[in-house]
């Protein structure tokens, strides 16, 4: 068996794109530039090395342990793993001595731009001929035009050899990108209303018949069911999201969302949220490092932060879990089939046993056993006719 080796080549020159980090680290919907230049030879090869211009001797080290040696640039992230494969074929067929497809407009010109196989003897002599100390794009073209039986192919797709030299191209690289991931989810029974507004990474799965709506990005390892109804206006990263579930104007991040469940509009899901199904996550409600019962209400103004609610529990506006006491982050337990009344504050660490009811405007410090009431509050005084004696009448 052939023994392939794909090399991603970096020239580590990051002047047009300032950045403190290379250009090739920066991330394009969900990889890394070099993740996505790597990835166009998954298909023909395992054995993926990514080395610089400067790592002269590992490059003759690696090209000395394979037959052929396909290169692409960490900066061209656009080259379709179809394209490499076509070019493989006919190197193989054709028995030569090394492919390439360059990107330029014109067949009698060799751009910088390019993809190259070589069978590995024969750019290793081609290489110990050259008096050099570092790799280039320059050495690579001379070794290739220096060597018989060739093929040489211009693309037709210029876009392909797009080189992420700066923050212009980078922007163009999105595009590209973008619009073959989106076309993909679409294919699979994917619903985008406005793919113009819509950002969506690689990894992200979605399943069929759900709808996503403008101003939508989904990141990460983020996975979707199906029947689902994604937006507008929210952003999901590394989310975990079950079928017939609405998210609806809000943020979710590290966080599982069961089936049949409604968040939003305005709601925030912090690292760490555990919400069940046919679960009612309303408006201006944040949730952090808790875990949400099945069937449970959390309907409007709401922070629910470091706690485990149980099911069919109603969480009744403007309560607060009071989760920090200026040293410690404490938990609080609310049993299955609770109330707890508006405008609330259960003080951690609290257990608010199962069938149990808090008063509105309670503040709860100690333990609420089972089937009882819980009522935390001045009782309210009437004073008959204070305002015409004390002259207040306005």
Request: aromatic share 6%; proline share 2%.
């Amino acid at each position: 068996m052939i023994k392939i080796l794909g090399l991603v080549i970096s020239d580590n020159n990051n002047s047009a794109f300032k950045s403190k980090s290379m250009k090739e680290s920066h991330n394009v919907l969900g990889q890394s530039i070099q993740q996505w230049s790597a990835s166009s030879m998954t298909g023909i090869t395992t054995d993926i090395q990514a080395i610089t211009f400067e790592e002269l001797e590992k490059f003759r080290q690696l090209v000395g342990k394979a037959d052929m040696v396909v290169i692409n640039w960490a900066d061209q992230p656009l080259i379709a793993s179809e394209t490499i494969q076509g070019l493989l074929d006919r190197h193989k067929t054709e028995g030569n001595s090394a492919s390439a497809i360059f990107g330029s407009c014109r067949r009698e010109a060799i751009s910088e731009a390019a993809i190259y196989i070589f069978n590995s003897s024969e750019l290793t002599a081609k290489l110990d001929a050259l008096d050099v100390l570092n790799l280039s794009r320059e050495v690579l073209k001379q070794i290739f035009l220096s060597l018989k039986d060739t093929n040489k192919i211009l693309s037709e797709d210029y876009r392909e050899f797009l080189a992420v030299t700066d923050r212009i191209a980078l922007a163009e690289a999105v595009s590209v990108l973008r619009d073959r991931i989106l076309g993909e989810i679409m294919l699979s029974g994917v619903t985008i209303m406005d793919p113009a507004s819509t950002y969506i990474d690689a990894n992200v799965y979605i399943g069929e018949d759900t709808i996503i709506l403008p101003n939508t990005i989904l990141e990460g390892n983020t996975a979707i069911g199906e029947d689902c109804t994604i937006g507008p206006n929210s952003r999901l990263s590394n989310c975990k999201i079950g079928n017939n579930a609405e998210v609806v104007n809000s943020v979710a991040i590290d966080s599982s969302v069961g089936d049949q469940t409604h968040v939003g509009p305005f709601a925030y899901l912090r690292p760490g949220s555990m919400i069940g199904s046919n679960v009612k996550i309303g408006d201006f409600v944040e949730i952090k490092k808790a875990v949400i019962g099945d069937r449970t209400k959390i309907s409007h103004l709401t922070y629910v932060g470091d706690a485990e609610v149980g099911s069919n529990v109603n969480i009744g506006c403007g309560v607060v879990f009071v989760n920090y006491d200026g040293k410690h982050k404490n938990r609080t337990v609310v049993g299955d089939n609770s109330f707890i009344g508006c405008n609330t504050n259960l003080v951690s660490p609290v257990v608010v046993h199962k069938d149990a009811y808090i008063a509105a405007g309670s503040t709860i410090t100690d333990e609420v056993p089972e089937n009882s009431l819980a009522i935390a509050r001045e009782r309210q005084v009437i004073k008959e006719g204070w305002v015409i004696k004390k002259n207040m009448k306005r």
